[in-house]
């Protein structure tokens, strides 16, 4: 069965995650075909990093896919099916906090999850014989 040929956002294309994205659209070309790939971030110069790679991977696994790069908004949305958005809102200041205070917050849910799972196992082993708890 021929598939319709699909037209593709990335949005946050400047993430270092995106040349993993764009290898799975690659494996899934004959599940998901793309006719049209756009590749939008509003920091220009964290996407140009990456800009050749993904020329050179497309037009060697996918020719006929025509690839745009741009920080317009404006460009980015025009004729496409579907967006995949890849976007951390504040960049890698953000991902600091964000990763030095999950740990924090993780230690005191699993302390609690902890707490709670020993109340549990406690009223299920004092008041039910099959775990040799008594009555």
């Known amino acids: 069965m021929k598939r319709r040929q699909l037209g593709v956002t990335i949005v946050g294309a400047g993430s270092t995650r995106t040349p ?17 790939l756009i ?7 964290r996407m ?3 800009e050749d790679y993904i020329r050179l991977t497309m037009e060697k ?7 745009m790069f741009t920080d317009n908004e404006d460009e980015a949305y025009i004729d496409i099916d ?4 890849q976007m951390r809102v504040g960049g890698f200041e953000m991902r600091r906090h964000d990763e030095k205070n999950t740990f924090k ?3 005191n849910r699993a302390r609690n999850l902890w707490a709670r799972w020993i109340c549990l196992w406690y009223e299920i082993y004092k008041t ?3 775990y040799g ?3």
């Open 20 to 36: 993993a994205l764009i290898g799975s659209l690659i494996n899934y070309k004959e599940r998901f075909p793309l006719r049209k």
């Open 39 to 45: 590749l939008f971030d509003i920091d220009k110069s």
């Open 48 to 50: 140009e990093v990456q």
């Open 61 to 67: 696994y996918c020719p006929d896919v025509e690839l």
């Open 82 to 85: 579907y967006v995949f958005v």
């Open 105 to 107: 917050i993780w230690i």
């Open 128 to 130: 039910n014989d099959s």
């Open 133 to 135: 708890g008594k009555k």
